[in-house]
């Protein structure tokens, strides 16, 4: 944990010695009371926790804040909805890489069981977003969704939305030298999609709804990638692209 994060009813109230925190403040960073360490506050503002005091059942802490961390990059995802652990991967790694929000949705050629994993029947998937976001030193959570079908998530996109889709087998174009990408280029840069296929790829009837609602399709290059692989080096590119890395 690079930022430890909590929640706002958390910080009024000791930690518990069981949390995950608790032994990452004693045990990797060897903090004892007095000592400082990075915390944040979810969707708040960064600071620095004070380690106040030490039991056997929890810990005493206090918290100074400061400035709120940059907005994050004005950047949707949507993915077919992937395999759970697949998409712990995608939540964890494209949190720490700043994106706006992930929208995960059921497409012709998406597995419909994997909608009901524990994964997001839980609740487990807001873990990894911290998880992702403790690692980039940020406190900022992206929105995300996985209910909604591709029809549904691509009529709550804005109007003005920048849309590319990554298809390996039509796509023309590569994402670096997309034209729409070239002539889209401003500062600020307008906000922007890009979808994803699920794991075996875009239907016909998916990539007739992509065109028809104003997507590109572009690719990675002639070798097939991983979908969390895929997610990471297409956010990489765009960013740097677009002069947000």
């Known amino acids: 944990m690079n930022l430890i994060l909590f929640e706002p009813a958390e910080i009024t109230r000791p930690l518990p010695r069981t ?55 004005p950047l949707t995802l949507l993915i077919g909805l992937p395999r759970p652990q697949t998409a712990r991967d995608i939540l964890r790694d494209a949190t ?10 059921a497409t012709r050629k998406s597995e419909s069981s994997y909608a009901r994993s524990t994964l997001w029947t839980s609740g487990e998937w807001r873990r990894h977003l911290i998880t992702g976001a403790e690692q980039a030193f940020d406190t900022r959570l ?37 034209p729409l990408m070239a002539a889209r280029m401003k500062a600020p840069p307008p906000p922007m999609t890009l979808a994803f296929g699920p794991e075996r790829g875009w239907a016909d009837t998916d990539r007739a709804l992509l065109r028809g609602t104003g997507f590109t399709l572009t690719h990675l290059g002639p070798r097939v990638l991983r979908t ?4 990471v080096a297409a956010i990489a590119l765009l960013k740097a692209r677009l002069g947000l890395a």
């Open 19 to 73: 949390d995950p925190r608790a032994e990452h403040l004693l045990r990797i960073l060897h903090r004892q009371p007095g000592d400082t360490f990075d915390a944040g506050l979810i969707d708040g503002p960064r600071g620095k926790g004070t380690l106040v005091a030490i039991s056997d059942e929890d810990l005493a802490l206090s918290f100074a804040w400061g400035d709120m961390p940059p907005p994050l990059s």
């Open 96 to 105: 720490s890489l700043g994106v706006t929000a992930m929208h995960f949705v």
């Open 142 to 178: 992206p929105e995300v969704t996985h209910t909604r079908s591709l029809l549904e998530a691509v009529a709550a996109l804005p109007a003005d939305s920048m849309r590319l889709a990554l298809d390996h087998y039509e796509a023309q174009d590569s994402l670096w030298s997309c």
């Open 228 to 231: 969390e692989t895929a997610v």
